[in-house]
């Protein structure tokens, strides 16, 4: 199975900051790269996919890049409702899928 | 609007038999655009993909191995839905578990069923 790994796992950040969340590949999985945004008691919501395309009626203070084995997520600049936790999820090939362990954003 | 309602009980007992259904609106699920998928989360597993099922002229489904010997995901086109049945369940399976659309534009899970809080206790 392929593992995906996080970093960080929390982050403290204030309301206007930049910040990047970094995920890695065992093995290269291309653009085969999804980002999620959970909030406490709700489920998973789609914000990236294909590494760098954003899901519709995602604002656009959230972008992806990279390719192969490393990925990031960039919030612009961060507002009171991104204070989540994210994950990333690899698609490539055939399942299993694998998450990373997330990443806990919280309010500095 | 696509949107998928999770249902099934909250307790199960140990040795027996999880059973979750995920009903359809606003989608098919014979789509060829589509796969079903159900995902759990727990503290000590985080988001575990669990299985799917999708239809491509005949049916296919996929199991993650931790769980292939006790796991069943089936469609039911009359009703519209797919359902979940994992066997022999022990504790180590209380999780939310939830239903997801993997749309194949996307290679993403885009729509998510609200989840369902199970746990196996006697």
């Known amino acids: 199975d392929i593992q995906m790994t996080q970093s960080p796992s929390s982050l403290s950040a204030s309301v206007g900051d930049r910040v990047t969340i970094t995920c890695r590949a065992s093995?290269?999985?291309?653009?085969?790269l999804n980002w999620y945004q959970q909030k406490p008691g709700k489920a998973p919501n789609l914000l990236i996919y294909?590494?760098?395309s954003l899901q519709s009626g995602v604002p656009s203070r959230f972008s992806g890049s990279g390719s192969g084995t490393d990925f990031t997520l960039t919030i612009s600049s961060l507002q009171p409702e991104d204070f989540a936790t994210y994950y990333c999820?690899?698609?490539?090939?055939?399942?299993?899928?694998?998450f990373g362990q997330g990443t806990k954003l919280e309010i500095k | 609007q696509v949107h998928l309602q999770q249902s099934g009980p909250g307790l199960v007992k140990p040795s027996q038999t999880l059973s979750l259904t995920c009903a359809i609106s606003?989608?098919?699920?014979?789509?060829?655009?589509?796969?079903w998928n159900w995902i759990r989360q727990s503290p000590s597993r985080g988001l575990e993909w669990l299985g799917r099922?999708?239809?491509?002229?005949?049916?296919?489904?996929d199991y993650a191995v931790s769980v292939k010997s006790r796991i069943t995901i089936n469609p039911d086109t009359s009703k519209n839905q797919f359902s979940l049945q994992l066997s022999s369940v022990t504790p180590e399976d209380t999780a939310v578990y939830y239903c997801?659309?993997?749309?194949?534009?996307?290679?993403?899970?885009?729509?998510w069923g609200q989840g369902t809080m199970v746990t196996v206790s006697s």
């Open positions: 997801a659309r993997e749309w194949l534009r996307e290679d993403a899970f885009d729509i």
């Open positions: 606003g989608d098919s699920v014979s789509s060829n655009s589509a796969a």
């Open positions: 099922t999708y239809y491509r002229s005949n049916w296919y489904s």
């Open positions: 093995q290269s999985i291309s653009s085969y």
């Open positions: 294909a590494a760098s």
């Open positions: 999820q690899q698609s490539y090939s055939t399942p299993p899928w694998t």
